[in-house]
């Protein structure tokens, strides 16, 4: 099977790469065994982006390989170390490639040499337990994990970017043509479709300079699909103006320039968008003898229907210089024409952080389904193998009010929630002002190990609050025990860490005495 060198259509499969994990870890030292939280983030996941590279001149390379992926963002570590990125993935394209999507709507028109498109998202990487820790949540025993990259499939189509295009019938001498007036050197040949590309040619007529495309394969039905035409004619859009080049020397019975003329133009009406370029008609091979006949016949005709009309000949080169002049106007016109492109204002509108829009909720039968940005980041963010993990989340969606969302719409305890795609749920029972991981000893998020007891502390320190208000007959001792009675009155007191039990009052110059410098008592 021939391998293509020209390709001007690929479907691709891209992938972009997933964010790295967050880690859970804590600080380890001789003689300090937890030092507190010190996972690191995971790293980003590399994107993909599409490139243009005037140097390219085809897709073949995305016809031979179409799914692509990037980079996944490393996973973080302990002592604070992130995780690395992703390496983005750069794919160049030609000129003037398309970027569909995979239902057909157009996603990006890529003109200009390095023009970019961040086509495919890298996942953002997953916080460590480092970056979870707050005044509240001091030792988080949990880490989030790495969003996945956008996956999806896009379609690329190369419509070449030239200021003219030629056209007409197979062996017309377009090859032939393009090749007299630039240095473009295409395939040439006396049988048909001896062109299966389009060929671009760069020409310089006075001091304007343009591309001339040679677009192959048009004939009668090309619009419908016959010949190669229904394939390239897309390759003329861009085109400032059509050139018709006509044999005047054909040999195939029933041939004759008016008719041949008629039939292009009526393919390109078929074909659709091009009744507003401006059209020159180029009679080749008047070097032979009967094509120069045939050419004196008609010439007036056509100039008659109001056509600028060339006699040319690509071999000897009559003719040329003053089709490329024609060309030359008709591009200087068009770029004068041509809306001069003012720099986009752009105006940045930071999102609210409250998130008051930043979900909905539907009621669906098979439950209460919550979507938004941040609530199904959120549930792809957390590892549900971990208690402390599934009560953060619980938390964050309570901050956001999705459980009073669901209250004002009528959902009831044990009612179905679901958040995420349609192809990649998780389903909750509503459980309204349940705290999720109650069960936990003391507040989620902390690590009751890394609090330290310092009973005498809190002592000393209750007994300084006490003398800012003492009456004025009250000694420190006195104090002392007036707030030992008031302890006893209260009972434990876990906040504070004392248990309540044990007088607070104390003897002067004793080992009670907080202030006592541990010499013997006179």
């Not at 031979?64 to 963002?73: F, L, Y």
């Not at 009406?269 to 050419?295: F, S």
């Not at 009456?471 to 001792?477: K, L």
């Amino acid at each position: 099977m021939a391998i293509p060198t020209f390709v001007d259509q690929a479907t691709l499969h891209l992938a972009a790469g997933r964010g790295g994990n967050g880690v859970a870890s804590v600080k380890r030292e001789k003689f300090k065994p937890l030092g507190g939280p010190d996972g690191g983030n995971g790293g980003q996941g590399g994107s993909i982006i599409l490139q243009v590279d005037t140097s390219v001149t085809t897709l073949v390379d995305y016809h031979h390989s179409p799914k692509r992926r990037a980079e996944n963002g490393g996973q973080g570590a302990g002592d604070h170390k992130n995780g690395g990125n992703g390496k983005d993935l750069v794919l160049t394209v030609p000129d003037g490639t398309l970027v569909k999507d995979a239902e057909g709507n157009v996603l990006a028109d890529l003109v200009g040499h390095g023009t970019t498109l961040v086509i495919a998202q890298g996942g953002r990487g997953g916080l460590g337990n480092a970056a979870l820790a707050s005044s509240k949540r001091k030792a988080p025993g949990f880490a989030l994990l790495g969003e996945p990259g956008d996956e999806l499939v896009v379609r690329l189509e190369l419509k070449v970017v030239a200021d003219i295009g030629l056209v007409g019938f197979p062996s017309a001498g377009k090859s032939s043509l393009i090749a007299a007036i630039s240095r473009a050197r295409p395939k040439i040949a006396d049988y048909p479709f001896t062109t299966l590309i389009p060929n671009l040619g760069v020409v310089t007529a006075g001091e304007t300079t343009f591309v001339v495309a040679d677009v192959p394969g048009l004939i009668e039905g090309a619009a419908e699909g016959r010949g190669l035409g229904h394939d390239f004619l897309r390759h003329i859009e861009r085109c400032a103006a059509l050139v018709h080049v006509i044999d005047t020397a054909s040999i195939e019975p029933g041939r004759n320039p008016l008719d041949d003329l008629a039939v292009i133009e009526g393919e390109l009406a078929r074909y659709g968008g091009l009744e507003d370029r401006p059209r020159l008609v180029a009679l080749n091979k008047v070097d032979v003898p009967d094509g120069q006949d045939i050419a004196d016949m008609v010439v007036e005709e056509l100039r008659g229907r109001g056509l600028r009309v060339f006699e040319v000949s690509a071999a000897s080169g009559a003719g040329l210089r003053e089709l490329t002049f024609a060309m030359a106007e008709i591009v200087e016109a068009s770029r004068k024409a041509a809306p001069t492109a003012e720099p986009e204002r752009i105006v940045l509108r930071p999102r609210a952080v409250d998130g008051g829009d930043d979900f909905e909720v539907v009621a669906t039968e098979d439950g209460w389904r919550v979507r938004g940005t941040k609530p199904e980041r959120w549930v792809r963010q957390t590892d549900f193998s971990n208690e402390e993990a599934v009560g953060f989340l619980a938390d964050r969606l309570n901050r956001l009010g999705v459980e009073v969302k669901l209250a004002q719409m009528g959902a009831q305890e044990g009612d179905t929630v679901i958040i995420g795609p349609e192809d990649n749920s998780v389903v909750f029972d509503f459980k309204p002002s349940i705290e999720a991981g109650a069960e936990m000893l003391g507040r989620r998020g902390e690590d009751e190990r890394l609090r330290e007891a310092r009973p005498a502390r809190d002592r000393r320190r209750d007994i300084a609050e006490g003398m800012e208000t003492k009456a004025e007959e009250e000694a420190r001792a006195d104090v002392a025990r007036r707030l030992d009675a008031e302890r006893a009155k209260k009972g434990p007191n876990r906040s504070s860490g004392s248990s309540g039990v044990g007088p607070m009052s104390y003897e002067i110059g004793t080992k009670g005495d907080p202030d006592w410098d541990g010499s013997d008592d006179d």
